[in-house]
């Protein structure tokens, strides 16, 4: 029989925490005492309020298909959001609700991409922007993010990176997996660099809500016409209102890319699924107060288990700023307890210490893990307090 896989499927590079969360689920069902640091989603219930306004459309019968780019209810209130959020004004032609911000994003390189052209793609990335290049016959082109410079990128990378096929960069702000964020001036240095070789930017704001201490998001669309223009805003509320399962993200940008969008979607999803949008509508449209309580449970995590995490012997790691990662640098950890590289030292990690981490491998940066502080502060003690005793025990 022929090969029935088509060659961009071949090329896709699998999940490094595959096989990471496949032992720990063994180990598990086994009966070892696991912790999981691996989480990327709030471990808080989506508020009752839109648990209710979800049930309530059910019961109404709101159960059909809706518009391709989503209900025009929903995409008024993210149209106030933005204008309540970041000052920005979005026409409904220049929204798309998606079934999450990755289908946003997967669809936004679909319409965008033609075979060989780049997208610069900065270090640590989310695993999955790679991947949803080369499914649109793009090419990734990686920057290095810096830990010196809290791993984000200059307008001089971003500028000497830009080729004549360079089609986009990504920017995303706060950062999954490191948690920092662009400053206003930062981001006005790269985007006067994109304005000038006319490039589009991708901003991912999956994180806007989930920022600490004196920090504050800034989008870069926020900060001129031009920039506005020049910029597609992929968000979502799986993060900010503890959403994941509901698969409601969206894009907002130039009308003629949303229209490409909303036609490609048209033929493939028909429309985001019509109860998790009325789900949407009442996350938006109601109170926020559950969002906060949410924000401020994960600074006050952030802020007990870092100090404790740097205690440990060859743990470097830049305080985060936003989102809910750890990122430090392990590479001396790895080194004091004997092993080759940090993906070995992970996996020591679980076998012995049971607290299971993601590699960074799998986010461009070998020398770091990403630990998830969205789990109870007395598994992440627990968790902190394994890791250290596993090092100083390697060390002896």
Not at 49 to 77: F, R, W
Request: glycine share 8%.
């Amino acid at each position: 029989m022929k090969n029935q896989l088509a060659e961009r499927v071949k090329a896709l590079t699998p999940s490094s925490t595959l096989a990471i969360t496949a032992k720990a689920k063994e180990l598990k069902a086994q009966g070892h005492d696991i912790i999981g640091l691996g989480a990327g989603e709030p471990d808080f219930n989506t508020p009752q309020h839109i648990l209710d306004a979800a049930a309530a459309s059910m019961n109404e019968g709101q159960t059909k298909y809706t518009p391709s780019a989503g209900l025009p209810t929903l995409i008024k209130e993210i149209a106030e959001k933005f204008k309540r959020d970041q000052g920005i004004d979005y026409s409904a032609k220049e929204i798309l609700v998606a079934n999450g911000a990755k289908h946003a994003l997967y669809t936004l390189f679909q319409v965008i991409l033609n075979e060989g052209d780049e997208v610069i793609i900065p270090t640590p990335y989310w695993v999955s922007y790679p991947e949803q290049v080369k499914l649109a016959d793009g090419v990734p082109v990686y920057i290095d993010g810096l830990e010196k410079n809290d791993f984000k990128i200059t307008p001089e990378q971003l500028a000497g990176a830009i080729t004549e096929r360079t089609k986009a960069v990504i920017i995303n702000s706060p950062s999954n997996p490191t948690g920092m964020l662009y400053t206003e001036d930062e981001l006005l240095a790269l985007g006067k660099v994109c304005l000038e070789k006319g490039i589009l930017i991708v901003s991912d704001e999956i994180y806007e809500k989930l920022v600490y201490g004196e920090h504050k998001h800034v989008s870069i669309a926020q900060l001129s016409p031009e920039l506005k223009e020049q910029t597609i805003i992929i968000n979502g509320v799986s993060k900010s209102h503890s959403m994941t399962g509901w698969r409601i993200g969206y894009a907002a940008g130039n009308k003629e890319i949303i229209e490409a969008m909303t036609n490609l979607a048209s033929h493939s999803t028909s429309n985001p699924t019509t109860t998790a949008q009325f789900a949407t509508i009442a996350a938006y449209s109601g109170t926020q107060e559950p969002v906060e309580q949410m924000r401020v449970a994960f600074e006050e995590r952030l802020n007990i288990i870092y100090d404790k995490l740097v205690a440990i012997p060859g743990f470097s790691c830049v305080k985060p700023q936003g989102a809910f990662y750890f990122y430090p640098n392990v590479k001396e950890a790895a080194n004091l307890s004997g092993y080759e590289n940090v993906d070995q030292f992970v996996e020591g990690l679980l076998e012995e210490a049971l607290v299971a981490v993601i590699p960074g491998s799998g986010f461009g940066t070998p020398d770091n893990i990403r630990l998830s502080y969205a789990t109870s502060l007395e598994q992440l003690e627990a968790a902190v307090e394994r890791m250290h005793q596993f090092v100083v025990s390697k060390m002896k």
